[in-house]
């Protein structure tokens, strides 16, 4: 069985950094990309970037380029979303989404990271 | 990247049938044959429920149908049950080797 357990909630100030974990069972990880989606309160998805776990390549939307870091940890199969420079606007949930290397859709998800920016 | 266009909203009673459109540009949706949509309940993570444009994953209701003519993708959803209401986006890649997600529409089922 698939599963992408994301870690826990989390509250930041503005200007700080958070860093959301994403560890995969059920499948090798180095066959799908990892993609990152946010999601603001009562708002619709947004795309924000992909890793390639086989070789770390990114791509990132415009709108996070600079301020999102995506990786990947093939050791632990586990993915990673950093986002720096928070603020109040970054308050949402974010998924981490998997979707195979020859395919163009998101299979499987995870359960959700709310992250919190306030002062 | 703009988001591509949905309802915000659409209802039906059940039993009917009704569909949802997904306007984007000839450079996504239009362009590539690479158009997906996702269920979302309250609270919930997204479902696929339709990829490349017209393809259902195995276990989602054939009640489910996609289709795409020029910019504009639609999703239909026949014999409306109650579990259908929730939130649905339309999902394309793009020429800049990118994602973009639709607005998302909420589904009342009356």
């Known amino acids: 069985e698939v599963q992408l357990v994301q870690s826990g909630a989390e509250v930041k100030k503005p200007g700080a950094t958070v860093k959301i974990s994403c560890k995969v069972s059920g499948y090798t990880f180095t066959d799908y990309y990892m993609h990152w989606v946010q999601q603001a309160p009562g708002k619709g998805l947004e795309w924000m970037g992909l890793?390639?776990?086989?070789?770390?390549?990114?791509i990132y939307a415009e709108k996070f380029q600079g301020r999102v870091t995506i990786t990947a940890d093939t050791s632990t199969d586990t993915a990673y979303m950093e986002l720096s420079s928070l603020r109040s606007e970054d308050t949402a949930v974010y998924y981490c989404a998997t979707r195979k290397v020859v395919d163009y859709y998101f299979d499987y998800w995870g359960q959700g990271t709310l992250v919190t920016v306030s002062s | 990247q703009s988001a591509l266009t949905q309802p915000a909203s659409v209802s039906g009673s059940p039993g009917q049938s009704i569909t949802i459109s997904c306007t984007g540009t000839?450079?996504?949706?239009?362009?590539?044959?690479?158009v997906s949509w996702y269920q979302q309940h309250p609270g919930k993570a997204p479902k696929l429920m339709i990829y490349?444009?017209?393809k259902r994953p195995s276990g989602v209701s054939n009640r489910f149908s996609g289709s795409k003519s020029g910019n504009t993708a639609s999703l239909t959803i026949s014999g409306l049950q109650a579990e259908d209401e929730a939130d649905y986006y339309c999902s394309s890649y793009t020429s800049s080797s990118t994602w973009v997600f639709g607005g998302g529409t909420k589904l009342t089922v009356l």
């Open positions: 890793v390639d776990p086989e070789d770390g390549e990114t």
């Open positions: 490349d444009v017209s």
């Open positions: 000839s450079s996504d949706v239009g362009g590539y044959n690479y």
